[in-house]
């Protein structure tokens, strides 16, 4: 039976790094307040000046994807691109990396499920290879979050968080009569929440998506977020999405050598873990390096988590979930080949 094997991973970020301290000199906040709230040291944003795209981060995690599998572009068969800050309004950013890989007729699927983008992507290229609609699938996480952020002391409590970033994995299908590649997938969203978590404008609901009279630095344009909603709802809606995929995967969480989250709040994040029982090396962290990179954060950390050998090994079962804007929430469980 064909089975969707995680080949290779790559990860990029741009060159920028910015502190906690760098963010104190242009809007009230501080280390120790950014700290004790999401974990974040320091996250990765784009040149300012220049033009860097999400599709732009996207092909350079992809080049080191495609490399450690030893595969050329030609090879792909489907391009999948998870993303909540596009390049451009359309097309679509996946067709954009397409056309930065040389590609020119690759079918490419962008996917606009913000932090759990990943969990759709992963789930959506399981039951490609399992149909036979494709074989070898680039799955991409990308995104250029700085150049969207209020970066006065209004929008703080949000500019905070976010990170540029990307992260690309190669799927390929192989036969095997063995338990491995992807078990399970659960996948949930609550459009009534939408409001909780979202940037309104540009809008095409309204007449003028740029509405006229409005100033471009009005709040709308930026990201708004009802943190104590989030937050209640990520420890009430994780631990129920988990053991959904533990079941449907018939493991028990004691099997799980790895839980991979979504890397928005080192505090949810320990949270769950605590919730679950799990001891703390159980639950994977890199969000003080990066800060939220939402659909980049899980392949990104599972690139790290590779790397450090901390996941990988052939039976090696790892356990993917996150919650955001949509609201959207879901749990992949993935075993090693």
């Known amino acids: 039976m064909k089975k969707s094997i995680i080949k290779s991973t790559g990860m990029f970020v741009p060159p920028n790094i910015i502190t906690n301290h760098d963010l104190e000199k242009i809007i009230d906040t501080s280390d120790e307040w950014i700290q004790q709230r999401t974990g974040i040291e320091q996250r990765y944003w784009i040149d300012q000046d220049g033009a860097t795209g999400a599709s732009d981060l996207g092909f350079e995690a992809s080049k080191i994807a495609l490399k450690a599998a030893d595969w050329t572009a030609q090879d792909i068969d489907f391009i999948i691109f998870a993303t909540l800050s596009p390049d451009i309004m359309f097309p679509g950013s996946g067709c954009l ?7 020119d007729s690759t079918p490419a699927l962008d996917i606009r499920q913000q932090c759990t983008g990943f969990l759709y992507g992963l789930a959506t ?3 490609y290879i399992k149909s036979g609609l494709a074989n070898k699938i680039l799955l991409v996480g990308g995104e250029v ?20 970033g990307a992260g690309a ?20 969203a609550d459009g009534n929440l939408a409001e909780a978590l979202m940037t309104e404008l540009p809008a095409s609901r309204l007449p003028l998506r740029v509405p006229e009279g409005v100033p471009t630095d009005d709040a709308r344009y930026y990201p708004v977020m009802d943190g104590p909603l989030i937050f209640k709802k990520a420890l009430r809606m994780l631990p129920k999405v988990i053991n959904e995929s533990l079941e449907k995967a018939h493991i028990s969480l004691d ?33 003080q390096k990066y800060g939220n990179t939402t659909a980049a954060s ?8 590779m790397e450090q050998n901390r996941i990988g090994a ?22 090693f080949l």
């Open 169 to 188: 994995v190669c799927i390929e299908g192989v036969e095997t009569d063995e338990q491995a590649g992807v078990l399970s997938s659960a996948l949930h």
């Open 145 to 164: 979050h700085s150049s969207g952020l209020d970066k006065t002391t209004r929008g703080r409590d949000i500019t905070v968080i976010f990170g540029d």
């Open 298 to 305: 899980i392949p990104m950390a599972l690139h790290e988590a």
């Open 97 to 103: 990396l397409q056309a930065k890989l040389g590609l």
């Open 314 to 335: 052939s039976g090696d079962v790892v356990l993917f979930t996150g919650l955001g804007a949509g609201l959207t929430w879901g749990s992949v469980i993935y075993k």
């Open 125 to 127: 290229a399981d039951a």
């Open 255 to 287: 099997e799980i050598d790895l839980i991979i989250p979504h890397q928005a709040n080192i505090r949810i994040n320990q949270a769950l873990g605590q919730f679950l029982k799990l001891d703390d090396n159980k639950v994977f962290h890199n969000i």
